[in-house]
């Protein structure tokens, strides 16, 4: 608990307090922060993927993107544009979980958009 105040971030991820406690603990059993905060980092980045992936349309978007870092996703052209790319890449749009309608693609897209904004792809 002594160790807590010394603990100085530059930056503070999700979690702040934790990472800072974590920190100290670290440091407390002679590990260091920095060993923490690449481990915790690297974990952050895995769970980011996971949950990308693990969505009906986390691939897609993430081949929708590459040319591109963000994407309006109220705009009916690029709803359009991203059902072309599925239907290119021969994704079954008809699968279950594939969002057919405009607002069920925006929920869908909601459900990972922090997780995309950790990768450096931002949806409005």
């Not at 974990?43 to 993107?65: C, H, T, W, Y």
Request: charged share 25%; with cysteine; aromatic share 10%.
């Amino acid at each position: 608990m002594a160790i807590y105040p010394t603990i100085d971030l530059k930056e503070l991820p999700r979690m702040a307090d934790f990472t800072v406690w974590s920190c100290a603990i670290a440091e407390a059993l002679g590990y260091g922060k920095e060993e923490f905060l690449e481990t915790y980092n690297n974990n952050i980045k895995a769970q980011n993927r996971e949950a990308i992936e693990g969505s009906p349309v986390g691939d897609l978007v993430l081949k929708f993107m590459e040319d591109k870092k963000e994407w309006k996703i109220r705009q009916q052209h690029s709803t359009m544009n991203f059902c072309h790319l599925a239907e290119t890449l021969k994704v079954n749009i008809k699968a279950k979980g594939f969002p057919r309608l405009q607002i069920n693609l925006t929920h869908r897209l909601n459900e990972i958009k922090s997780n995309l904004a950790d990768e450096g792809y931002f949806l409005n």
